[in-house]
């Protein structure tokens, strides 16, 4: 592959990828939940399904633990996250999402589904699956990182 088409197949990605993040948070938005931003969305994921401390936040999106306590302050202060104290470690707090923030990472999910079914449509169900595979192959191990 030339160089110049590694250049084009990694502004395609970009753009996908930043595509597909536009229109999550803006079908959050839609249902109603305001307030919101793609990097909560990122930590939402890390909180899901049984908490983290901010430490376990911080490594997940490649921030300080400084950012990641700003960021869990905001979710707290929006009513998407509170702390909790550690099962396991009386030093930490667990940050875990409240119902309100399940129901935003449930209507991510719905925004997601929808941008990809229009992917469906276009290319079908073969492509698709083709797809999903190989993009499956070549993403990294570990966890999907915001673009600062």
Known sequence: MQNSEAMALSAALLAVAGGLTHRI???VLARGFEGVRPAHGFAFARL???GATVTDLAVHLGVTKQAASQLVDELVRKGYAER????EDARARLVVL???GWGC???AEEAAAEAVR???ELLGDREMRS???QLLR?????PVRPAW
């Open 98 to 100: 409240t119902e309100r």
């Open 84 to 87: 909790r104290p550690h099962p």
């Open 131 to 133: 797809l999903g595979r």
């Open 118 to 120: 229009e992917w469906g």
């Open 138 to 142: 070549i993403a990294p191990d570990g």
């Open 48 to 50: 899901a399904p049984d």
């Open 25 to 27: 948070n803006e079908g």
């Open 105 to 107: 990472t449930r209507a």
